[in-house]
């Protein structure tokens, strides 16, 4: 008697999360440089070349 495996759908959805976050993940990257925002390496930088902004 074979045995039962898991509903095909169910191994669609595991085969093709990472896929999603990954296209996720560089869609907000993209919309992220597109706005100019800055990273927190890239302020720890700034801060320790240029100073404290003055307002």
Do not use: K, W
């Not at 095909?8 to 993209?30: H, N, Q």
């Amino acid at each position: 008697m074979p045995t039962r495996t898991s509903e095909p759908t169910a191994v669609t959805a595991r085969a093709l999360a990472p896929d999603l976050a990954r296209g996720f993940m560089l869609l907000f990257i993209a919309l992220a440089n597109s706005h100019y925002f800055l990273g927190p390496f890239e302020v720890l930088v700034r801060r320790v070349t240029y100073g404290r902004r003055r307002v």
